[in-house]
């Protein structure tokens, strides 16, 4: 146990003595990060947000309550560092203001929106159909991917929350009518009072930007894009370190150095563990390093410090079994690098370190979770937004699940592989 | 003296190819004991097995009473090895590296300290400790390489070929340490293909070819085996052919064999001086001008060239 120690201390040593490896652990994700944060608008001096009076084109054409409550939400104070709103009347103009890339979207309320969702007795069809549903357009500017992306939620929270109150009322109406308790009037009569409600509602709804952290007494807490950024980088360079550490194993076997471990009273599960644990703590001290420099000189606040300790543990655990696997199912030092930097740039991309997951299609989406990265960022992200320990139990886990199977893969395979021959 | 390492019948193949065949011998305690022979012979992966990097194919070692095949950590832990390309972490200083695997045979504390201090001074690079292994020169890591197979004071010692690829004064100093060794009491096995090395140093010598240890014994004892002969060494001019003159010597009364290499022709015989007219004859007959002629007494390099034909550099 003690050599196992001893050799990943030295490997975590060797690895901070080399000056490329510093330049990607360290300083390619903090400039990312810094180059990314000035993209958004992060250090515009604004001090809370990173993004703010995000440029957005309203047209309302819907001449009912939800459209209005909609506009109004834009419009409301709570958002008002956020975003600025335009309103138009023609969404063809509002479209080619997004594509001269004068504002970061375009809402386009349709004409009948309330209606489609909440139907009057005159808009249903003689065969007793409801009306077509329609829906609003959200038109993104695909230069601010981060800034449409915002709009996109704001859209996305309103309408779920409209979409909930009005299923919400239509089974309990149904539920009443079934087992008899009103008559067919009477739920008609209710009906009409809850669409009433509902289209007064949203609007003064906690808006959806923001999420109620518990631990801050309920207190809503800003979105700031670095709380996405820092650590999206940061768990793209890890998968950099872990590649780095695997294929120091097969650089040693040429060097000669792992042979000569093989000729100490050393055993192979020492040297092999060691190995490993060199890896995790180079990846640990790269994590923490970058989360306490971007605390420190962006003011990021990461959030609950154990939730992001035992995440970063948890991340590189299952990084550091990406890393083993590609050490293992590698011949020489070069495969390792090769397939290293891909894998890096993959996993990256997939796990939203550039573009957030959600702006991504449902398949891509499904595929990221076989990384790290999307797992660990979305834990981050949650951190960042005022999550707590308990809400980072399924990343955490999936996490472990991922680094243990990894794990398990990589010995069996180098149990295949003869470390002594260089 | 007890001997301390009893090799039999050891054997390893690397599928078709045969890289040892059987090779049996052993060292007494206190020994310096070389393997001589040319690269590819076979040398370095007998260390690896000896030293239990290798597994072998057939046969069995044992180094103070423990099998390499059966007791692979206990042999681990009387045996030292400097390998014979440098096998140290050039991030690390001297000092850190002797450290780590100082640790790694089990050193700590006090006295880890004390024999890294002993084996810098040893090395002659107390002053350089705190350099980084990438800063020395070739002869200084060599020297490094060394001092990393001396920290727990093995009872055998393993040198492979410590001596490629460096100047002559780290190639002095190589030498010195491993007399000194050998004087404090550890015994030696050492590799080589520098006949001189193997005369300076060795208690014994084996002489191994293809795999196959061709001859054993005291220098004495070797030399005996090409009786009293002694080797006339032609040099030749570049644009010479030194092989039809080797070919053509072979007639000469009073010569026993002739080899060519490269710009040299060898020539074994029982008295030099009674086969020099013949030989000049010869080459002057082909318009071969010699440009200088030594006369050898024997040595290992004939017996070698006696053994197998071949020169021990080709």
Request: charged share 20%; hydrophobic share 45%; proline share 4%.
């Amino acid at each position: 146990m003690l050599k196992t120690f001893l050799i990943g201390l030295k490997d975590v040593r060797l690895a901070f003595r080399d000056r490329a490896a510093l330049i990607f652990m360290l300083a390619a994700p903090f400039v990312l990060t810094l180059g990314l944060g000035l993209v958004t608008g992060r250090f515009s001096g604004n001090g809370g947000s990173g993004l703010s009076d995000i440029p957005v084109v309203i047209v309302n054409l819907d001449d009912g309550q939800i459209g209005q409550s909609l506009v109004d939400t834009f419009q409301s104070a709570d958002l008002a560092d956020l975003v600025e709103p335009t309103l138009g009347s023609d969404p063809e103009v509002a479209r080619r203001l997004i594509d001269e890339d004068q504002a970061a979207a375009a809402i386009i309320i349709p004409a009948g929106f309330t209606r489609s969702i909440i139907p009057q007795q005159t808009d249903y069809t003689a065969t007793g159909s409801a009306p077509e549903a329609v829906q609003i357009e959200v038109y993104a500017n695909p230069q601010r991917p981060t800034s449409a992306g915002v709009i996109k939620a704001i859209v996305d929270e309103f309408l779920s929350r409209v979409e909930e109150g009005r299923l919400g009322g239509e089974v309990s109406i149904l539920q009443m009518l079934v087992s008899g308790r009103i008559t067919v009037q009477q739920a008609e009569a209710a009906g009409a009072a809850m669409g009433q409600r509902l289209q007064g509602q949203p609007a003064s709804d906690a808006l959806a930007i923001q999420i109620n952290s518990s631990a801050q007494g309920g207190a809503a807490v800003p979105f700031d894009a670095l709380a996405y950024i820092a650590p999206g980088m940061a768990l793209m360079f890890l998968m950099y370190t872990v590649s780095y550490g695997g294929r120091s194993i097969l650089a040693e076997r040429s060097q000669g150095t792992l042979p000569r471990l093989l000729v100490s009273p050393t055993s192979s599960m020492q040297i092999l563990g060691g190995k490993v644990f060199g890896i995790f703590l180079t990846g640990v001290a790269q994590m923490l390093i970058l989360i306490v420099a971007s605390s420190l000189i962006f003011q990021l606040k990461w959030g609950d410090a154990l939730g992001v300790l035992l995440l970063v543990l948890a991340a590189v655990f299952a990084a550091t079994g990406w890393g083993m696997l590609i050490t293992a199912t590698a011949r020489t030092t070069a495969q390792v690098a090769n397939t290293g930097s891909a894998i890096m740039l993959i996993f990256g991309a997939l796990g939203g370190s550039f573009i957030s997951l959600e702006q991504m299609p449902l398949p891509v989406q499904m595929v990221s979770k076989i990384t790290p990265n999307a797992w660990a960022l979305d834990g981050f992200t949650t951190l960042g937004l005022g999550g707590t320990l308990i809400d980072l139990v399924q990343p955490i886990m999936a996490l472990l699940v991922m680094g243990t199977v990894l794990f398990a893969v990589s010995v069996v395979l180098f149990g295949k592989k003869d470390l002594a021959q260089k | 003296m007890a001997d301390i390492l009893e090799v039999k019948d050891l054997v390893k193949h690397y599928g078709d190819f045969q890289a040892v065949k059987g090779v049996s011998f052993n060292i007494a305690e206190g020994e310096i004991f070389s393997l001589l022979g040319p690269n590819g012979a076979g040398k370095t992966t007998t260390i690896s097995m000896l030293s239990t990097l290798y597994t072998p194919t057939s046969g069995d070692a044992t180094i103070d009473g423990h099998s390499v095949t059966k007791e692979p950590m206990a042999v681990r832990g009387v045996i030292g090895v400097v390998p014979q390309d440098l096998a140290l972490y050039e991030d690390l200083t001297a000092r850190e590296n002797l450290v780590f695997w100082g640790q790694m045979y089990g050193l700590s504390g006090k006295s880890l300290t004390a024999r890294v201090d002993e084996v810098l001074a040893q090395i002659g690079l107390t002053d350089k400790a705190g350099n980084r292994v990438k800063t020395y020169s070739g002869g200084m890591k060599r020297r490094v390489n060394i001092g990393v197979g001396l920290l727990h004071k093995p009872k055998l010692l393993f040198m492979d070929e410590p001596t490629v690829g460096i100047d002559p004064q780290s190639r002095r100093a190589i030498l010195d340490t491993v007399k000194d060794l050998n004087q404090q009491g550890m015994t030696v096995l050492y590799t080589t293909h520098y006949m001189e090395e193997a005369e300076e140093l060795s208690d014994r010598v084996g002489i191994i070819d293809h795999g196959e240890l061709i001859a054993i014994g005291t220098q004495k004892e070797l030399t005996r085996q090409v009786g009293e002969s002694e080797t006339l060494v032609l040099h030749v001019g570049e644009n010479d052919d030194s092989e039809s003159l080797a070919s053509a010597l072979g007639g000469v009364a009073g010569v026993i064999k002739a080899e060519a290499t490269d710009h040299e022709v060898s020539v074994i015989c029982p008295e030099a001086e009674d086969v020099l007219a013949g030989v000049v004859t010869k080459a002057n007959e082909r318009g071969i001008k010699i440009r200088s002629i030594d006369i050898r007494e024997p040595n290992l390099e004939a017996v070698f060239l006696h053994l197998t034909g071949r020169a021990l550099r080709d």
